[in-house]
């Protein structure tokens, strides 16, 4: 849980660097340490990476929906999608040993995934940067009411690196969560209850009411606002517009999250 505070206190390019060459590294790490090293273990891990898994998912997405700040909410983002990795990666192993066709779909997707990503996450967080001006970085979820009217073009390219990380299709976040999903059912672990379905129950719910949430949340804001505002002055890119619009959007995705939350 310091991916939040190391994210939000460091500077826009070193949160940059941090949060895109390492899970590279991390990825590999893991492929020599799990396959490679502790292959006759598969089924003690793979246990745990699922748990693992459903924390990360639970985790970053119910967290990532109540923040307020784009690069936290970010990190938390980041948490939620290396929950998908573990799923990608537990499904490489199939009853302890290593399948030539499940090996190959669970790593590339978990490749690609992982690709997507950082990918993905490169120009948002390099837009945070361009957004900043001497004495201000624009980092607060709020900053972005108005860059549509203001950048169009710097809207649009947060919108739709918000929208590939949520995962809505056609943008390539979508087929990279769907090709972890296929391989994690080609795998036969969705059906094995010594793996999956412990976790994955009350998994979902809480997952499909949050993931995604708070990225779409950071990609509507900025034209929802202008619609609301109409035409004004243009205190130009990175200024901050401290009305009540941006958090009446959080209060209603709040909300929306909590409807669908189990009752007692």
């Known amino acids: 849980m310091w991916i939040p505070d190391v994210y939000q206190g460091a500077p826009t390019v070193v949160t940059l660097i941090i949060g895109s060459a390492p899970k590279f590294a991390a990825f590999g790490m893991a492929i020599r340490l ?16 699922a748990v693992l898994a459903i924390a990360s998912l639970l985790v970053g997405n119910v967290a ?3 923040q307020t ?10 948490i939620s999608h290396m929950g998908f990795l573990f799923l990608g990666l ?3 192993v199939v ?3 290593v399948d030539s066709n499940a090996a190959e779909a669970a790593y590339s997707s978990a490749m690609f995934y992982i ?3 950082v990918l993905t996450v490169l120009p948002a967080f390099g837009l945070i940067a361009m957004l900043a001006r001497e004495g201000f970085e624009s980092e607060e979820i709020a900053d972005l009411a108005g860059l549509n009217q203001r950048s ?3 809207a649009g390219v947060m919108a739709v690196c918000m929208f590939s990380l949520a995962g809505i299709p056609p943008l390539v976040g979508f087929y990279a969560k769907l090709s972890v999903l296929q391989a994690l059912v080609a795998s036969g672990h969705v059906a094995d209850r010594r793996v999956l379905l412990p976790a994955r129950g ?3 719910v809480f997952r499909h009411a949050a993931d995604g949430d708070h990225r779409v949340r950071a990609a509507g804001c900025p034209r929802r606002a202008d619609r609301q505002r109409g035409a004004g002055a243009d205190p130009g890119p990175g200024a901050r517009r401290p009305d009540g619009i941006v958090r009446r959007c959080h209060r209603a995705r709040a909300g929306h999250l909590t409807g669908w939350l189990p009752s007692p």
């Open 90 to 92: 537990l499904s490489g």
């Open 69 to 78: 700040n784009l690069k936290r909410m970010l990190a938390y983002s980041t």
């Open 115 to 117: 690709v997507t990503y």
């Open 34 to 49: 799990l396959v490679d090293g502790l292959l006759p273990l598969a089924i003690d891990w793979q246990q745990m990476l």
């Open 95 to 97: 009853n302890g040993t």
């Open 152 to 154: 169009p073009l710097y």
């Open 202 to 204: 009350e998994g979902d």
């Open 64 to 66: 990532g929906v109540l």
